[in-house]
T-cell receptor, first 110, second 113 residues
Framework: DQQVKQNSPSLSVQEGRISILNCDYT??????FLWYKKYPAEGPTFLISISSIKDKNEDGRFTVFLNKSAKHLSLHIVPSQPGDSAVYFC?????????FGPGTRLSVLP | EPEVTQTPSHQVTQMGQEVILRCVPISNHLYFYWYRQILGQKVEFLVS????????KSEIFDDQFSVERPDGSNFTLKIRSTKLEDSAMYFC???????????FGPGTRLTVT
C-alpha cells in the first residue's frame, strides 16, 4: 500500500531551467509534507516543508506547492544547478509517522 | 552546525549475530527515529522514540529489533540474530518537534553475510 507515490523514477533537466518533482498521497490524515534530497552514501537532507494549511512555501530556489483536494504536491527548483543532481524524496507526516515516497532521481545537465 | 552522527559507517556481520548501531542525535532534540533503506529501494520507517519509550513502530520493527537510549546522548538500534535481508543502510534521525522536519545522520551500512 503506497501511501506516498512519486511516479517519475527519474527526471533530466537542463541547467538553468526549472525542475518540477511531483508527489501524490492517499492518506487524508497527512497534514505535513516535506522534501528531502539524498546524495549517494549520505543520509537524506531536509529541503523544505509545507503544512496542510498552506498551499505554497518558498525558500530561495525551492518552492513547494500543495493541492489538498488533489492530494498532490510538487517541488519546483529554479534555476536548476548541476549540484541539485540527487534523489529527491517526498515525505508525509500525520503527526506520528513519516512515510517516504520511493524517490525521483534528478539529473541537471550542464 | 549541529548534526546527527552515526557509528560505525559500515558494519559487516555474519548471519545470526547481533549488531548494535549507534547514533548521537542533535543535543536538544527530543524525538528520535530509525529508518532503513535496502539497496535500490525506498527509505522505510522503522521506529520512533520519545521520552524513553517507543512511540510508533512499523511492521518491519519486529521482536528482532530493539532501541535504547542508554545515556543522555546515544540512541541505539539492536538487531538480534541478523538475517541476510537485514542488509541495508540504517539511518538515524532526530527532531525537535513531533511531526516536524527530521535531521538525518549519514547512515550505517550493514552487510550480513
Amino acid at each position: 500500500d503506497q501511501q506516498v507515490k512519486q511516479n517519475s523514477p527519474s527526471l533530466s533537466v537542463q541547467e538553468g531551467r526549472i525542475s518540477i518533482l511531483n508527489c501524490d498521497y492517499t492518506n487524508s490524515m497527512f497534514d505535513y509534507f516535506l522534501w528531502y534530497k539524498k546524495y549517494p552514501a549520505e543520509g537524506p537532507t531536509f529541503l523544505i516543508s509545507i503544512s496542510s494549511i498552506k498551499d505554497k512555501n518558498e525558500d530561495g530556489r525551492f518552492t513547494v506547492f500543495l493541492n489538498k483536494s488533489a492530494k498532490h504536491l510538487s517541488l519546483h527548483i529554479v534555476p536548476s544547478q548541476p549540484g541539485d543532481s540527487a534523489v529527491y524524496f517526498c515525505a508525509a507526516s500525520d503527526g506520528q509517522n513519516f512515510v517516504f515516497g520511493p524517490g525521483t532521481r534528478l539529473s541537471v545537465l550542464p | 552546525e549541529p548534526e546527527v552522527t552515526q557509528t560505525p559507517s559500515h558494519q559487516v556481520t555474519q548471519m545470526g549475530q547481533e549488531v548494535i548501531l549507534r547514533c548521537v542525535p542533535i543535543s536538544n532534540h527530543l524525538y528520535f527515529y530509525w529508518y532503513r533503506q535496502i539497496l535500490g529501494q525506498k527509505v522505510e520507517f522503522l521506529v520512533s522514540f520519545y521520552n524513553n519509550e517507543i512511540s510508533e513502530k512499523s511492521e518491519i520493527f519486529d521482536d528482532q529489533f530493539s532501541v535504547e537510549r542508554p545515556d543522555g546522548s546515544n540512541f541505539t538500534l539492536k538487531i538480534r540474530s541478523t538475517k541476510l535481508e537485514d542488509s541495508a543502510m540504517y539511518f538515524c534521525a532526530s527532531s525537535g518537534n513531533r511531526g516536524h522536519e527530521q535531521y538525518f545522520g549519514p547512515g550505517t551500512r550493514l552487510t550480513v553475510t
